[in-house]
């Protein structure tokens, strides 16, 4: 038996969840356990983080009516969960007004309330039975994990999203009204040797207009333009326009000749490169090394840049990614919030932590098209 669960393509090739997915598993789940002699009964409970609020799906076995709604809010009622046995072990418990036997096998407990597996037989489950059940709830068990995460990562894109829609109009209130003042000056220096730089003030507003235009568009997930890259060619595209500074610091930098092909937003998978090799350069000793390296999997490529600097102290891995916290002089700390944001955004994951020796290291996993 092969049990999976379905992600749904958006047009832009990113993959998500919702409830009905997680509703769809249970209550496949569900089904193969009422298919099984002598279960003619199986009830799932789980929390819908999505939706904040315990789900139920319940199915009967072939030829089994239905309980009274008496009955099934008894069982909801779960005065009979009295113990609460540890989660992925099956017990076997009476129910009042019962004469047939009932299961329970716990999946996890969240927010102080249990998840399960609840099954009624018309006699005891035999070991292959029992193992059954007890794989059924692990798969549950790790299909729950996945939706709980893809529920915390929805929470951070939209909370994310926010600060950059925010920030972005404050900046543009700002730019607005520089634009104005410089093309004042143009205006009043007509035929003085200030004109030219007033006029660069006003290209330099307008650079950064667009910048933030790009900026904002990284807050929208669904402005993803999608194309197959290479990573090695993007990654070096990132260094080539970092070199005037490695030059400067006689740095040497570690590529792998090996690549693989990702299907990702280009400018802005080469954002979150130029962000964390500018972090890496800009800490980097003089004469030090910089080492980018790659691990290509089936479904999966893991990425990880690292540095020979001072490194990441507590307070640095767990507000590394908080919008405006930065260590670096004149930053406006949401360099790596915003490759945080990308990231999410590509259906990844990333993450900060310090090397033993010496220096931070940054690693991305990112999904990779299946070869065919």
Not at 248 to 265: A, E, G, V
Not at 276 to 292: D, E, K, M, Q, R
Request: with cysteine; glycine share 6%; charged share 20%.
């Amino acid at each position: 038996m092969t049990l999976g669960f379905s992600v749904q393509k958006l047009e832009n090739g990113s993959n998500y969840l919702n409830s009905s997915e997680i509703q769809s598993f249970c209550q496949l789940e569900s089904e193969q356990l009422t298919s099984q002699y002598p279960i003619f009964f199986a009830r799932i409970v789980y929390h819908d983080s999505l939706l904040r609020a315990n789900q139920e799906i319940i199915n009967y076995g072939q030829d089994q009516a239905p309980f009274s709604q008496k009955t099934l809010a008894y069982l909801r009622s779960e005065v009979w969960f009295t113990d609460f046995p540890p989660a992925l072990t099956l017990h076997e418990l009476r129910l009042k007004d019962f004469s047939s036997i009932s299961y329970i096998c716990p999946i996890s407990y969240r927010n102080q309330k249990p998840e399960y597996i609840q099954i009624i037989t018309r006699e005891p489950l035999s070991l292959n039975l029992q193992l059954y059940v007890k794989r059924s709830a692990m798969l549950l068990s790790n299909y729950i994990d996945i939706y709980l995460n893809y529920g915390r990562q929805k929470t951070e894109i939209q909370l994310l999203e926010d600060i950059l829609h925010r920030v972005g109009h404050q900046l543009r209130n700002s730019l607005g009204l520089i634009g104005l003042y410089a093309h004042n000056l143009c205006l009043g220096l007509k035929d003085s040797p200030w004109q030219e730089q007033a006029t660069i003030i006003g290209e330099s507003i307008q650079d950064l207009d667009i910048n933030l235009n790009e900026l904002i568009d990284c807050g929208q997930s669904a402005k993803l333009r999608v194309t197959l890259q290479d990573l090695r060619s993007l990654v070096v595209e990132s260094i080539t326009n970092l070199q005037p500074l490695i030059n400067q610091k006689k740095l040497k930098i570690l590529i792998p000749d090996t690549s693989t092909i990702l299907k990702i937003d280009r400018l802005q998978i080469k954002q979150v490169f130029d962000n964390i090799l500018s972090n890496a350069v800009h800490f980097s000793p003089n004469s030090g090394t910089i080492t980018c390296s790659w691990q290509i999997f089936q479904d999966e490529v893991l990425i990880k840049i690292s540095d020979q600097g001072l490194g990441l102290s507590q307070e640095d891995l767990q507000k590394v990614f908080t919008p405006f916290y930065s260590r670096r002089k004149g930053g406006t700390g949401l360099g790596l919030t915003i490759a945080k944001k990308i990231i999410l955004d590509h259906q990844g994951s990333i993450w900060a932590q310090v090397l033993s020796e010496s220096g931070a290291q940054f690693s991305i996993i990112l999904p990779r098209p299946r070869s065919r």
